[in-house]
């Protein structure tokens, strides 16, 4: 039996994303979500190089929100890269819910930010400046590590080698993904 045959509702997706995760693909995501049958399983296929984490993070509450309110059963499909924001959109998914198609690799990593402290001006207005710029540090660091529970929930792999691997962003193959419990199956 072939893998395609072990999940048919995978061999066509409901839900088709691929590219950059932005504004763009959210528009796409939701208009495709209202394109959907109301009722049975829901299948949402993603290629990315990644993107923003906070639109794969929206994208993941719509998918929680719909799960709770008609308790459907959504599945997840990553297929050829699902890399950092992409992995952020799967990690909505609990583990019986992925699939990864043959040789997709999935990356992660942590969040990158890029910005400039200007020190400037009044004493305490340089102190709140150098805290709100820490603040908002800590409170991304916070937000990877939720994201971080939520992809190895119910896998193999702990909080801690996540943590270890993801600052020299960690390449997972399909079949090891597969073997570490992050995804049920590859097709």
């Known amino acids: 039996m072939s893998d395609t ?5 995978l061999a066509r997706p409901h ?5 950059t995760v932005d504004q763009f693909m959210y528009q796409s995501f939701r208009q495709q979500l209202e394109a959907c049958p109301e009722e049975g399983a829901l299948v949402i296929a993603l290629t990315t190089l990644g993107g923003d984490p906070e639109v794969a993070r929206t994208m993941a509450d719509d998918i929680r929100l719909l799960e709770d309110h008609d308790g459907r059963e959504i599945l ?16 909505a998914f609990p583990v ?17 930010i890029s910005k400039q402290l200007n020190i400037n001006g ?17 409170h991304s660091i916070l937000i990877e590590e ?7 929930k119910g896998s193999r792999v702990d909080f801690e080698e ?3 691997k993801a600052p020299a962003n960690w390449y997972i ?15």
């Open 96 to 112: 019986d819910r992925r699939f990864l198609t043959r040789h997709t690799r999935l990356m992660i990593h942590e969040r990158i």
């Open 146 to 152: 939720e994201g971080f529970r939520d992809i190895v």
């Open 76 to 91: 997840f499909l990553g297929k050829v890269a699902v890399y950092s924001a992409g992995a952020t959109f799967m990690a």
């Open 122 to 138: 009044p004493l305490r207005m340089c102190v709140a400046s150098i805290k709100a710029a820490l603040h908002e540090i800590e």
């Open 15 to 19: 839900i088709r994303l691929s590219g």
């Open 162 to 164: 996540l943590r270890e």
């Open 5 to 9: 045959a072990k999940y048919p509702l």
């Open 173 to 187: 193959e399909a079949e090891e993904a597969r073997d570490l419990g992050l995804v049920l199956d590859v097709i």
